[in-house]
C-alpha cells in the first residue's frame, strides 16, 4: 500500500481501547503471555491444516482460532483510531481485502466447509491484522514488546498453507480435492472455483514473498505494509510532543474566546 502525505497529528494515546502510554511497559509476564498466545494462534492452525484427516485436527483448529481472536482483539484495541480509518478505506486496502476474502472463501467451498475452513477463517483473521498492522503506532509497540517477527510468522503461515494446497492437489491427492462450480445467479453463467484459487495463489505468493523481504529489511518504527515511511515524533520526546500539542490546542481556544469576549460585551452595552 501506498503512503499518502496527510497534513495531520495523530495522537499515539486515542486507540479504541484507551490506554495508558507512559513510560512504564506491561510487565514481562504480560508480554511474555500475549507473545505465546500468537505462537499458540500460528502453531495451532498451522498443525491444524498438516495433520488433516487426523482426529487431532479440530480441536486443534478451534484452539488456534480462539487464541487468533484473542491476539487479533488486542492488536485491534490498540490501533490508533485515526489511522486505522486511513488504513482501511484506502483503496489498497480493500482491493487486497477482497482478493484475499474471495480466494479464502472459495477454497473453504473446495474444502466443503469442513474443519479446514476454519483455518481458512483464522488465516484470514492473521492477513487482515498484518494489513492494518501499521495502525500501531511506536509507543504501543514499545509498552507491549511487539515485534515485526509477528508480521513475518503471520505472512509465513499463509504461506506455507498456499504451498500445502498445491503440494496436497498436485502430488498426493490426500485431500481428494475436485473442482466445484458456482452459479451466478439466474444469469445461466458457471464459476469454477479451482482456477479462479490457482490464479489467486500465484498473486498472493508474491505479494506474500515481497511483505516478507520488506519486513526483514524495515527497522522496528518503519511502516511494515504501507510502503512509505510514516513520521513519528522520537520515543525519548512522544510524551512532551503529545503534551505540548494539547497545550497548544488550549492555548488557541482560549484565545479565540478572549477575542469574542469584547464583541460580547459591546454587544449587551449596545442591546
Known sequence: MMAVRIPELFDA???????????????RLTRLG?????????SSTGAALASFPSAPTRPLAVAGLVATLLFVSV??????RQLFRQIVW?????FLSCQFSMGLGAVSALFRWDVRAVCMASIWLWLHTVLTIDALTPLVKANVGFHKLVVSLGVTL????????????VATDAWRL???????FNWGLEWHLLP???SRLCSSLLWSFRLLWRVHLTQENDALVILGRLGYAHLSHAYSTIARIRD???????????KTAPVVRQAQKTG
Open 13 to 27: 494515546s486515542k486507540t479504541f481501547y484507551p490506554v495508558q502510554l507512559g513510560p512504564v511497559r506491561w510487565s
Open 34 to 42: 500475549f507473545a505465546l498466545v500468537g505462537i499458540v494462534a500460528l
Open 75 to 80: 492488536c485491534f484495541g490498540l490501533y490508533q
Open 90 to 94: 484506502s483503496f489498497d486496502f480493500l
Open 158 to 169: 499463509f504461506v506455507l498453507a498456499q504451498l500445502l494446497f498445491v503440494y496436497e492437489l
Open 178 to 184: 475436485r473442482d466445484q462450480s458456482m452459479q451466478l
Open 196 to 198: 479462479f484459487v490457482f
Open 248 to 258: 497548544a490546542e488550549h492555548a488557541d481556544a482560549g484565545a479565540d474566546a478572549k
